[in-house]
T-cell receptor, first 110, second 114 residues
Framework: GIQVEQSPPDLILQEGANSTLRCNFSDSVNNLQWFHQNPWGQLINLFY???GTKQNGRLSATTVATERYSLLYISSSQTTDSGVYFCAPAGGDSSYKLIFGSGTRLLVRP | DTAVSQTPKYLVTQMGNDKSIKCEQNLGHDTMYWYKQDSKKFLKIMFS???????INETVPNRFSPKSPDKAHLNLHINSLELGDSAVYFC?????????????FGPGTRLTVL
């Protein structure tokens, strides 16, 4: 199955800073989603992005499927951005079977 | 107007007991999932149903049995609970037919086995 590697594992930012989270995957994908798990445990879908670039407010994501990586950009970070960010690709015959990476734990300090 | 809901939110029980977790979605989705998140935050899919048909059945002990009475509901029954079953269980749903499979998660059920 697909192997997923996220980096960095931990990230501490000062409020207002920008950051880039990376997700490498080992095989071709036809589905890739980014999620944010807030400190209360709720999982929020940020992007469905098997290829290309999308933006939603201060967040944007880019997936380069041919090179097997995806990036999540957070600009002007806020304390509410704290939590764990998961990348979850899927591929082959199982485009609905997301494989979650181990996550990037982000702490934004005021 | 909760999109994906789960009950109960917390479940504390003794080893050997049988328990159920219920999930309901009001998004009109055709596919539902159960995930397990362990103490290290690792998330792994357990089961998935599409239009009431089981389509994903990962390597899960047969003490775990999902049941989908209709497209809007997916329940998880666990027999003979063990200490290692302690985790947070998430239900999710998506639209596969004519959709992008964007998955929406419920709030989770924290199961503690004593």
């Amino acid at each position: 199955g697909i192997q997923v590697e996220q980096s960095p594992p931990d990230l501490i930012l000062q409020e207002g800073a920008n950051s880039t989270l990376r997700c490498n995957f080992s095989d071709s994908v036809n589905n890739l989603q980014w999620f944010h798990q807030n400190p209360w445990g709720q999982l929020i879908n940020l992007f469905y992005i098997p290829s290309g670039t999308k933006q939603n407010g201060r967040l944007s994501a880019t997936t380069v499927a041919t090179e097997r990586y995806s990036l999540l950009y957070i600009s002007s970070s806020q304390t509410t951005d704290s939590g764990v960010y998961f990348c979850a690709p899927a591929g082959g015959d199982s485009s609905y079977k997301l494989i979650f990476g181990s996550g990037t734990r982000l702490l934004v300090r005021p | 107007d909760t999109a994906v809901s789960q009950t109960p939110k917390y479940l504390v029980t003794q080893m050997g007991n049988d328990k159920s977790i219920k999930c309901e979605q009001n998004l009109g989705h055709d596919t539902m999932y159960w995930y397990k998140q362990d103490s290290k935050k690792f998330l792994k899919i357990m089961f998935s149903y599409n239009n009431k048909e089981l389509i994903i059945n990962e390597t899960v002990p047969n003490r775990f049995s999902p049941k989908s009475p209709d497209k809007a509901h997916l329940n998880l029954h666990i027999n003979s609970l063990e200490l290692g079953d302690s985790a947070v269980y998430f239900c999710a749903s998506s639209r596969r037919e004519g959709g992008t499979d964007t998955q929406y998660f419920g709030p989770g059920t924290r199961l503690t086995v004593l």
